[in-house]
């Protein structure tokens, strides 16, 4: 059974570069067909696209987002990792990483796939 951890800052300052990392078990992060992926939901909304590594190493990001993120990983710790810059108090949220196939990343759906339990984060000065 693959688990998903998510670690880092609970707090960032606006203008400051957001930086997470997921830490995979039970699972690498090169096996075939998966996209590792990154989402979050602000407060009182729905569920919110970052963006993905494939297992390939191909990445893609939420057009709104893609300016500002980048996602990336190490193969030897079987971790994945999402830097989101120039963060402001709109970028506070809960983020999760999930391994999802194509179908999960199209349904983003916390019930299809494997998720972290989410980490808060909060931009605030």
């Known amino acids: 059974q693959v688990q998903l951890q998510e670690s880092g800052p609970g707090l960032v300052k606006p203008s400051q570069t957001l930086s997470l990392t997921c830490t995979v078990s039970g699972g690498s992060i090169t096996t075939n067909s998966y996209y590792w992926t990154w989402i979050r939901q602000p407060p009182g909304k729905g569920l919110e696209r970052i963006g993905y590594?494939?297992?390939?190493?191909?990445?893609y990001y939420s057009p709104s987002l893609r300016s500002r993120t980048s996602i990336s990983r190490d193969t030897s710790k079987n971790q994945f990792t999402l830097q989101l810059s120039s963060v402001t108090p709109e970028d506070t949220a809960v983020y999760y990483c999930a391994r999802v196939t194509a179908a999960g990343w199209a349904l983003m759906n916390r019930g299809v796939g494997d998720w972290g339990q989410g980490t808060q984060v909060t931009v605030t000065s």
């Open positions: 590594i494939h297992y390939s190493g191909i990445t």
